[in-house]
């Protein structure tokens, strides 16, 4: 599959890229941040602290830049991302702790929303002129309006006046009755459940209208084409001829998906800061706040590497779903 | 014309065979309302068992759309506004044709006709292959379908057989439309569209993307399974020269309308209508004497501004006055045979019809060589 | 930040040259006269904002500084003269938000601008010379499409010094750097449709500068991509630009809407119901994003008419694959004029 070697080197590549940019943005940044870090922190940290950031980022000693960058290279290949200055942790321990909250509400809302607006893209495209169909240009309103904003209306709706869910949070610590305990227990899981419902809606109603749209569209051009006339004249059933052309429609969504994927995650991830739900978007937000950039950048690098990810599977979907892709380059 | 009881196999005039299909003043329009254009305009021909009759005329002539109409399977904004459309339907069992009117049946009785009695041949196999799906399963799942009681290893079988009717190894039942050359594409889609034995074919510029030598080769193919399995075939093209050899019958179309229609030789050796004649002159003949080729000044008009009159008479180098104010009906022409129809007003008797236009029928000494039937 | 996606960026990459119009008869439908309602409204929406924006900060009823009394530290409710009430400072806000749509459509467009450019720069570029030019310029494009932008924006422009930061050029500009691969893409893939037309071949084959073939033949037949990408861009602005305010990031001088609603968030406006404080902001983005994206709707239905989602033809006929409708008429002859 010489394609998929293709693209495998395109990921090593974007991944060094990545790592690359994630040294040089603190050392661009004006003032040189990361100094003015180190010498604000200089009272607060322990010596040994200062000292294992100092070789993370061989600022101390009198290493040249490129020397400096093959430490961190070297580091973060390791596992090593370094200490959080704000936090007193290794970055690792916080990515630790935030990334399965940011992964199963992100995660698996924008998997939902791919799923249903594909599915609901694929049924507006068939009936074309039906009823969903006629609904299409309304997703625009969702389409275009910025996750935050959106996850705002919701929150005043349904959080504030209507009191359905709690406005913030991940889950509640306390309430008059329960003490929660976090792990496999009822009252917790509930908990989550129910501080996730708003968050969730906001991530699925923001990204779904993409979905819909581009499947809407792929399905109708698809469906202009001679084989699926072809599967209509023979006289198979009307659902192996809408698979026949959902199956080819889906082809150019997924590709697609490599475009979109960093738009919809950094969008989602900052809903996390409208309900201060736990993960690294809200994470990163109070890094920035306060000038953490170990942490920053520990998550910057850990953001990017899932896209990439994303894509590969993408990439992958891609090859085992169109025969023509894979022996093509 | 248009209720379902007109309906009758009329005496056959010049062939014994029984009808297959039978169109008569089909009307279909692009649109609806106000902003529809009409297509194809009272076309009316019959098609007997086993006849190949050859559809020519420019693009956008109509004649694709009048093959799409025919089947229903004419796409949005396409709307049939007249006419009817009765396909004689061989029973099973050998006993007398059930006829149905076409254009009143429901997708039901209509996937009970489509390929299995009347199947289809794409210009573009290319396009009209599902690219992500194999051979095999493109070719069983209208087995599968309309031979419910076929075991999974009878269809491949019969997949394996078909494939082998049209020249292709077994081999290639695993590959992917991409895999495979222009030339056996087509023929896979020839191979499709016999799967179920069909008493009707029709193919829409089947060989129109191939060149010359696969094309020469396919329709080779072509006609030696008819001869075997005895499909009647509308063979649709522009180029009239491969009609020459493999129809019976010839239409003309123009602007949405047959204007000549007759024995293929027949229209070879006297073509009554100018445009014939044209089409005629816009192809080297490959035996007989130098023509000049001169083809046919000017391009078809637009379905939005159609010409009065015959529709034909801005391009006519022998248009008079009532050509443009009359249209002319598809008529017998004076003194023809009988199996000749043309819509000329230079035909109807009333004028002596320039030279090349009235050549005596019984001259055939030009192309007879190559001549089908 | 919008999830605008892939069906207003342009075409997916297999299917580019089903975009060029024209190309395939068969596809052609023969009502084409709609009118493009979608245009309209969104074209009218996003130019009273344009207008708001150019006006606003003339008309707004209280200067910045102006508070409307001194006694109060809770916000007022929209009354008579306040037509937004106030905030806690007793500030006016409707004066805030006419203000704050300058700063806030300025930078949208501003970086939708840059990015628009840059994007055609790299796109054309890329499509037009292929070869090695091609694999770097889609490889990077390819990379700037899986960096986090907004995330990075934040890292990179919170450290900059106050005045660039209230700088309307430096932050369109780091705007617009996060997000002119999106169009690059769309434009390489009809660049590379294009390249292969008659009309190019054969001003190639005339002997046609590059330069000149590209601005000339090409760059044309581009326009419609470009003005998707560009409006994309701008939403894509908009969108970052006031998150960046809302997130605390960027301050301007002279207030944005996502500074009004990062005021109101600093302040729990939401927990204690000063919905006039954050409501109008937070419609007003929604409402020119809308505006926005109606318009990209309709250009994405002039660079591909089979998308449009009217029915062709009239009311009572339906149509289905494979079951072409037979409607009788009345008169043979069709219909009169």
């Known amino acids: 599959m010489p394609l998929l070697i293709r693209r495998a080197g395109f990921y090593l590549l974007a991944a060094y890229a990545a790592l690359t940019l994630n040294f040089f943005i603190p050392r661009m940044l004006p003032g040189n941040a990361l100094d003015a870090v180190l010498t604000t922190m200089r009272g607060e940290t322990t010596p040994q602290e200062l000292a294992g950031m100092a070789a993370q980022y061989g600022i101390d000693s009198k290493q040249s830049l490129m020397a400096q960058y093959f430490t961190y290279v070297a580091h973060t290949l390791s596992g090593n991302l370094g200490f959080s200055t704000s936090k007193q942790v290794p970055v690792t321990t916080v990515l630790g702790g935030e990334l399965p909250w940011t992964i199963g509400l992100i995660g698996s809302a924008t998997v939902v929303a791919f799923l249903l607006g594909t599915l609901i893209g694929i049924v507006a495209g068939w009936k074309r002129g039906g009823l969903i169909d006629t609904v299409v240009p309304v997703s625009a309103f969702f389409q275009a309006v910025p996750y935050f904003v959106l996850g705002l209306l919701l929150l005043i709706i349904f959080g504030v006046d209507l009191h359905w869910f709690p406005i913030g949070g991940g889950y509640d610590a306390t309430s008059r009755t329960v003490t929660y305990i976090q792990g496999w227990n009822w009252p917790y899981v509930s908990s989550v459940l129910q501080h996730s419902v708003l968050p969730a809606s906001t991530v699925v109603l923001a990204s779904i209208a993409g979905w819909i749209v581009g499947m809407r569209n792929m399905m109708i051009t698809t469906m202009d084409e001679d084989y699926v006339l072809v599967a209509c004249a023979k006289g198979l059933p009307r659902w192996r001829t809408v698979a026949i052309a959902a199956r080819n429609a889906i082809l150019p969504t997924i590709s697609n998906v490599t475009l979109s994927i960093s738009l919809v995650v950094t969008g989602a991830i900052l809903v996390e800061v409208v309900f201060n739900y736990p993960g690294v978007g809200l994470e990163i937000f109070n890094a920035v706040q306060s000038t953490d950039y170990p942490l920053i950048q520990g998550i910057l690098l850990v953001v990017t590497l899932a896209v990439l990810a994303a894509n590969l599977i993408a990439d992958f979907a891609y090859a085992a779903l169109d025969p023509r892709s894979r022996r093509e380059a | 014309m248009s209720t379902a009881t007109a309906i009758d196999a009329d005496a056959a005039p010049w062939s014994p065979a029984q009808p297959v299909l039978e169109v008569r003043g089909l009307n279909v329009d692009y649109g609806a309302g106000r902003d529809a254009v009409r297509a194809v305009n009272e076309v009316t021909f019959t098609l007997r068992r086993g006849e190949v009759l050859g559809l020519a005329g420019e693009s956008g002539s109509g004649k694709s759309t009048l093959a799409y109409a025919i089947t229903r399977l004419l796409r949005a904004p396409g709307v049939i506004t007249g006419g009817e459309v009765v396909f004689h339907q061989p029973s099973a069992s050998g006993g007398p044709a059930r006829t149905v009117d076409l254009l009143a049946a429901d997708a039901r009785e209509l996937a009970g006709i489509r390929w299995v009695d009347l199947s289809m041949v794409f210009q573009s196999a290319m396009h009209a292959l599902n690219p992500v799906a194999r051979i095999e399963g493109q070719l069983t799942d209208v087995l599968k379908r309309h031979r419910p009681d076929m075991a999974p290893a009878e269809r491949r079988a019969r997949a394996i057989e078909l494939l082998g009717m049209v020249g292709i190894t077994p081999d290639r039942l695993s590959s992917y439309p991409h895999e495979l050359s222009g030339g056996m594409r087509q023929r896979v889609m020839i191979a499709m569209a016999l799967a179920l034995e069909p008493s009707l074919v029709i193919m829409d510029e089947p060989t129109t993307a191939l060149d010359v030598v696969t094309q020469r080769e396919i329709l080779d193919e072509l006609m030696r399974l008819r001869e075997r399995l005895g499909f009647a075939v509308i063979f649709i093209t522009h180029d009239l020269s491969l009609l020459l050899e493999l129809a019976d019958t010839i239409a003309i179309m123009y602007a949405g309308q047959l204007v000549e229609s007759a024995a293929a030789a027949d229209l070879l050796a006297a073509p009554r209508h100018p445009y014939s004649l044209g089409l005629l002159n816009s192809f080297p003949a490959l035996h007989g004497e130098r023509v000049k080729m001169t083809g046919i000044p000017g391009s078809p008009p637009s379905l939005r501004a159609m010409p009065t009159g015959c529709k034909f008479h801005p391009r006519c180098p022998h248009a008079f006055e009532r050509c443009s104010a009359e249209q002319p009906a598809l008529l017998t022409p004076a003194g023809s045979r009988g199996k000749r129809t043309v819509a000329c007003w230079l035909q109807t008797g009333d004028r002596v019809p320039p030279e090349p236009l009235g050549r005596p029928e019984g001259d055939r000494s030009q192309d007879l060589a190559v001549g089908g039937h | ?337």
């Open chain 3, 1 to 337: 930040m919008t999830a605008l996606d892939p069906a207003l960026v342009g075409p997916p990459d297999g299917s580019a040259s089903d975009l060029l119009p024209g190309l395939s008869p068969r596809r052609s439908r023969a009502t084409r006269r709609m009118p493009p309602a979608k245009v309209l409204l969104g074209g009218i929406v996003t130019a009273f904002f344009v207008l708001v924006a150019l006006l606003g900060p003339l008309v707004a009823p209280h200067a910045a500084g102006w508070v409307a009394n001194t006694s109060s530290g809770t916000p007022q409710p929209p009354s008579g003269p306040l037509w937004l009430g106030t905030d806690n400072m007793q500030h006016d806000l409707f004066s805030q938000l006419l203000v704050g749509s300058r700063s806030t459509l300025l930078i949208a467009f501003l970086a939708g601008a840059i990015a628009t450019v840059l994007s055609v720069a790299v796109g054309v570029t890329a499509g037009y010379l292929g070869g090695v030019v091609d694999e770097i310029l889609s490889a990077l494009s390819n990379i700037f499409l899986a960096l986090p932008g907004l995330l990075i924006l934040m890292v990179i422009i919170s450290p900059l010094p106050v005045p660039d930061k209230g700088n309307s050029l430096v932050i369109g500009f780091v705007v617009a750097i996060t997000s002119w691969a999106y169009g690059a893409r769309a434009l390489r893939a009809q660049t590379l449709a294009l390249r292969g037309q008659d009309y190019v071949v054969s001003a190639q084959v005339i002997g046609e500068r590059k330069s000149r073939i590209i601005l000339f033949e090409i760059v044309p037949n581009l326009l419609p991509i470009v003005a998707a990408s560009f409006i994309f861009t701008v939403i894509y602005g908009l969108g970052v630009y006031v998150a960046l305010c809302y997130l605390g990031v960027v301050s301007p001088s002279s207030g944005s809407w996502g500074t009004m609603l990062q005021s109101a968030q600093s302040n729990s406006a939401i927990g204690n119901g000063w919905w006039w404080w954050y409501l109008p902001p937070a419609l007003c983005v929604a409402l020119v994003g809308f505006g926005l994206a109606l318009l990209n709707f309709g250009i994405d239905e002039i660079i591909n008419p089979r998308i449009r989602s009217a029915r062709t033809g009239g009311r009572d006929v339906k149509f289905q694959l494979g079951l072409t409708p037979v409607v009788r008429q009345a008169s043979p002859e069709g219909e009169p004029r």
